[in-house]
C-alpha cells in the first residue's frame, strides 16, 4: 500500500473527497462533473503506479486516453464560466477538433510507442490562455465580485497556476528531468510537479468550499 501513497495521490483523494461533500448536491451538472473527472483522475494515478512499480510495465497509454478526458472537460468547464459573459461556443468547437487532430496524428507519428507529450503541451497553453482571457472578462466587468470567495475564481487560480508551471516544465523539460537537487533522488521536475499538484488542489478544494457556501447562502435565503 506505501507505494501508492506520495504527495500526488494524497492531494487527489483529498480533493475528491472535498469535492463529494461539497459537490454532490450542487444544483449546476457542470460543476457535478468535476466529481467525476477526480474520481478518473485518483483512479488513473492508482492504476498508473501499479502498472509501473508493481507490473514494471508502461503506463504512458493510460496517461493518453485520460488527456482526452481531461482536455475534454476542462475545456467545457472553461467554457461554461466564460460564457456568464460571452458565448465562445464555435471557439470550443475549433479547440476540440484542433487537439483531436494533433492527438490522433501524434499517436500516429509514434506508432502508439509513446506519450503524446506535444499536444500535452498543446493542451497546457491552450488552458493557460483560457484562464487568462477568463480572468481578463473578470477584470473588465463592472459588476462587484468578492474574488476572495469567488468559486470560480479559484478554480481558474488553481488550474492557470498548474498549466503555466507545466507548460514551463515541458519547455525546459530535459535539463528538469535529468537535474537532481542535493540529498533527494528525484528530478527538479519530479519535484516542480508535486508543487503544481498541490497548489491546483488546494485552489480546487477551496474553491469547491465556496461553491458550497454559496449553494448554502441561497437556499436559506429563499
Known sequence: MPVYININTVSEF???????????????????????FLLVTCAVEVAGIHLR?????????????????????????????????????MVLVIWIV??????????YKNHLGGFVFQTSSLMSVMLVLAGVYFNYLVLK??????????????????TLCFYFGSTACNIF????????????????RYIVFNILNIVLYLN???????????????????
Not at 464560466?81 to 458565448?87: G, P, T
Open 14 to 36: 483529498v480533493c475528491l473527497f472535498v469535492s463529494l461533500i461539497c459537490l454532490y448536491k450542487d444544483k449546476d451538472p457542470v460543476w457535478r462533473a468535476l466529481i467525476f
Open 53 to 89: 512499480k508493481e507490473l514494471h510495465r508502461p503506463n504512458f497509454m493510460l496517461y493518453n486516453i485520460f488527456l482526452i478526458v481531461e482536455c475534454f472537460i476542462q475545456s467545457y468547464f472553461f467554457y461554461h464560466l466564460i460564457k456568464v459573459y460571452k458565448d465562445k461556443a
Open 98 to 107: 484542433l487537439f483531436l487532430l494533433c492527438y490522433f496524428t501524434e499517436l
Open 141 to 158: 466587468d463592472e459588476r462587484f465580485k468578492r474574488l476572495s470567495t469567488d468559486a470560480s475564481f479559484w478554480w481558474v487560480s488553481g
Open 173 to 188: 523539460f530535459e535539463y528538469l528531468v535529468h537535474d537532481k537537487t542535493p540529498a533527494i533522488s528525484h528530478s527538479v
Open 204 to 222: 480546487w478544494s477551496y474553491a469547491f468550499i465556496c461553491r458550497y457556501r454559496q449553494r448554502i447562502s441561497s437556499s436559506s435565503s429563499d
